[in-house]
């Protein structure tokens, strides 16, 4: 992509190889349908450093992202609209969905600055329209989440990866 930024997150179509994604920092979201060749500015998603932005496992129209609300596309990224508002007092930093089953879903917070004290975990069951906070059922020394995972072959087995980028380490 020629646009002279970080870059962030980026998939494909898994049914279209030539409609790409691409983002760079905070959110700003392009796409492609000719494989690279042109880019189109889709949205400022206005999220973290690396804003999680991902493709629906099952269908490719459907897009999420995970600012400090959860927004969702079912129009192949055209256009998003939030579906759970307000669901962390920072951005997402870290957002997984379920293959197996996408109702399932996941994220995680703490990378606006490894020095943020607030490291959430939230589940969902609904694809992501409810959150339940599990920040506290996850052992060890609160720390900055990095990544959260979803299991490729179990839908309720998920995980998080904490780093030593917090307050004191």
Not at 11 to 40: E, K, T
Not at 43 to 56: K, N
Not at 92 to 103: E, H, K, L, R, Y
Request: aromatic share 12%; proline share 6%; hydrophobic share 35%.
């Amino acid at each position: 992509m020629k646009n002279g930024a970080d870059g962030m997150e980026c998939f494909y179509d898994y049914l279209n190889p030539q409609r790409l994604f691409s983002a760079i920092q905070y959110g700003d979201l392009y796409r492609s349908n000719n494989g690279g060749n042109s880019w189109q500015y889709v949205e400022a998603l206005q999220g973290a450093w690396t804003t999680p932005v991902f493709m629906h496992p099952e269908n490719p129209e459907i897009i999420y992202a995970g600012t400090r609300h959860v927004k969702k596309s079912i129009d192949g990224g055209y256009n998003f609209t939030v579906i759970a508002s307000n669901v962390s007092v920072q951005n997402i930093s870290t957002m997984a969905q379920s293959d197996v089953n996408p109702g399932h879903m996941i994220f995680g917070t703490g990378q606006d600055h490894p020095l943020d004290s607030l490291f959430l975990v939230k589940i969902s069951a609904d694809e992501g329209v409810t959150w339940t906070d599990v920040t506290e059922n996850i052992p060890g020394e609160p720390r900055w989440i990095s990544r959260v995972q979803t299991d490729p072959a179990d839908a309720n087995t998920m995980y998080v990866l904490r780093t030593g980028f917090s307050p004191g380490n």
